[in-house]
């Protein structure tokens, strides 16, 4: 049932507005950017519209490909290295929403390293994400992966790691788990992780990282089920948590209610929503 100012059992619009809800994971053409660079982009960009408005999301977090091999496409790469511009044209495109973070190729780490003088050094982009799955993938307990966080810890960037727990083992080797995430993150204690999907299987995720306090949860990415945001307020506490959309290939409702519709106080959904992650970056 629908009241007033609420849609599809989403709080009422003026809620939404008081959470000032910042995306930590926006996956628009994540995969792909299409083959002029930005074309796929743009489109998810146009097709996630109406779920922002119907969420009143005020900032996005945008993971964007910038030609050291992470599409897995040699022509798509090839063109973003010759016209490094594309890169920001998502930026253009939504200049009062987005947040650009690089996506990073731990199997090339000089295109990496040399990608982060670019790209971060002197901004605009925030920080980095490492992903779980296609050719710039590797695991997070990989020394290669080494350098690649001693150099984004130099330049002050945010670190989101792609984590998955998989009941019998990995689906990849460029996987990394909850439990290799807080190893990596042992040996920087100064520098926050952000632990994307609590794994997954967050009740593993969950008790992998409650010990390693820089590891912070992102909550998108699984089926929403009883009791998550809860046992994570339980178990890491309201202020290392940070929300994630999963837009365009997640649904809105399903992602923004476990936050919303969780047995929390308010205070704790308003750190969750967007002020942890705000004070994450700074802002």
């Not at 050291?68 to 511009?85: S, W, Y």
Request: negative net charge; charged residues 25%; glycine residues 12%.
């Amino acid at each position: 049932m629908s009241f007033p100012g609420q849609t599809w059992g989403l709080p009422t619009a003026d809620r939404l507005r008081s959470y000032r809800i910042w995306d930590s994971y926006f996956t628009p053409a994540h995969g792909h950017p299409g083959k002029d660079g930005f074309s796929a982009t743009l489109a998810d960009l146009k097709r996630s519209e109406r779920a922002i408005e119907l969420g009143r999301f005020e900032k996005l977090c945008l993971f964007v490909h910038v030609g050291i091999g992470t599409t897995g496409d040699e022509g798509v790469e090839q063109l973003l290295r010759a016209n490094p511009e594309l890169v920001l044209k998502p930026f253009e495109a939504w200049p009062d929403r987005l947040i650009g973070m690089i996506q990073l190729n731990s199997n090339d780490v000089k295109s990496s390293l040399g990608a982060l003088d670019r790209w971060l050094r002197n901004g605009p982009m925030k920080g980095v994400y490492f992903s779980g799955g296609g050719p710039g993938a590797r695991a997070c307990s990989d020394p290669a992966v080494i350098p690649l966080v001693e150099k984004v810890i130099e330049l002050g960037g945010v670190i989101m790691q792609h984590t998955w727990n998989k009941t019998g083992g990995k689906q990849g080797a460029g996987e990394s788990t909850t439990a290799e995430l807080a190893e990596l993150a042992s040996r920087f204690p100064d520098q926050v992780f952000l632990c994307a999907h609590a794994g997954g299987e967050w009740e593993q995720g969950l008790r992998a990282v409650r010990d390693t306090p820089n590891v912070w949860i992102e909550t998108s990415g699984f089926d929403a089920t009883s009791g998550f945001v809860e046992m994570a307020v339980r178990e890491v506490g309201e202020d290392r948590i940070v929300f994630g959309s999963h837009l365009p290939s997640r649904s809105l409702g399903t992602e923004l209610t476990k936050v919303t519709a969780a047995e929390i106080s308010e205070e704790a959904k308003i750190k969750i929503l967007g002020g942890n992650y705000r004070r994450l970056l700074g802002a």
